[in-house]
């Protein structure tokens, strides 16, 4: 018989597929014809996911699967083709946690795939003790101490105003993500007995094309209460007597905080310093982001002698011992010892002097520094520093007044400037923050163009 050596041959496939059939294991090779791109369709809108997943997800499939494998079959995907991809992928140089996750789902929509009966296996398993080991160096995470986070604070004032200072300050002396405090609202704010709540159910601002929404935090032990060392009473009690809006850090106009307009204007200026009309900061601790000021409080608490449940309490942490985490609890006297800890840091460091610039480097930096020419003198005037704001970049390069009228020129600081809200409406569309909300804006995968 054709594609048989014998009948005895094909006679024993029959019996082997009628014994699948009848076990309901049974694959059909023709359903292993269908496209890859095809499959994606129809399996990642079945999926539950969160809205940042599928961001991730679609720019995965467009720019990289979907370009390699969306017109092969799934059933005509190999282990070594997968391979020779990722190898190539390593070899353009993309980092290996990347081409990881690339893996990965594809990985997750061949399972799927196998579960449905359309392919026998997975192509994509793990196959330990293969290929040359490792020997990517895993650099540790940069944490500041309680001296450089409030110099950063000090320069962030000067850069975004006090909510920016105060934000930071919030963020090393509590272990809170930007998210938990960007959604902070004045009712989770409990100042009389001097806690902070992170709600489960509207606790965390996220962002996700352009657009934000409060939902829940991280992971469900995220969901706590934070006590508060005296002095964070104090300040944010300060902030909340002339802050008129309902969230506690929002910008100048009272809209939520957009995490990589902050992250641009305001923080990396701060860390690794900047020299604007005005201002002038001074490099503190490069490579300091603002997760790592939470890896500076969980640094802190381990030097202050603090308990693992206890840190693991305050951070929103799992214990790898459930059994461990499930028997033990914060005793009050615990948290006073760590809250006594956290307010002797910060009067150490607010009494103590900052950490300066060497007067020899600057003198270094002054005498490699150009001239400034005569011309250029006179136009460099300190411009007035608002808080933060609302807009998607800084426009008091390019808003000029007095072009060509022969009157002088001005520099109009950022406030003054009309700025979008969100980034694609128009100035005169400023909604109200309750309104900068999702919208289901998945578009029709598309392979990328391929060389």
Known sequence: MPGFASRK???????????DQRRKVWVDPGDGRVLFGDWVQRWLPAQDLDPRTVDNYDSYLRCHLLARFGATPIGEITALQVDA???AAADAGYAAATVSSWAKLLSMILADAVDERLIAVNPVRQRRRRGRRCRTLVRERVWATPEQVLRIADQAAALGGDIARLLIITAAWTGCRWGELAALHRDNLDLDTGHLIVDPEQGSLHESRGRRWLGPPKTPSSARRVALPPFLVRLLRRHLESHPFEFVFTTSRGTWLWRSTFDRRVLRP??????RPGVRA???CPGLTFHGLRHSHKTWLI??????IAQARRLGH??????????????REVEARLLADLQRRWRKASRGPRPARPAQQERASAKSRPPIPPSRKLRQRPNLLAPITD??????RLALQGRGNGTARKRV???????KLPTWDTPDQCYPITQDQPADTRKPLRPAPTA
């Open 9 to 19: 041959a094909a006679a024993g496939y029959a019996g082997d597929m009628e014994c």
């Open 85 to 87: 991809w990722k190898t």
């Open 270 to 275: 701060a860390i690794d310093g900047c020299h």
């Open 282 to 284: 001074y490099s503190v």
């Open 303 to 308: 030097a202050g002698g603090a308990p693992e």
């Open 318 to 331: 799992h214990l790898p011992d459930r059994v461990v985490e499930t028997y033990s609890h914060v005793a």
């Open 391 to 396: 807009g998607k970049r800084d426009n008091s």
């Open 413 to 419: 600081p950022w406030s003054s400037t009309p700025q």
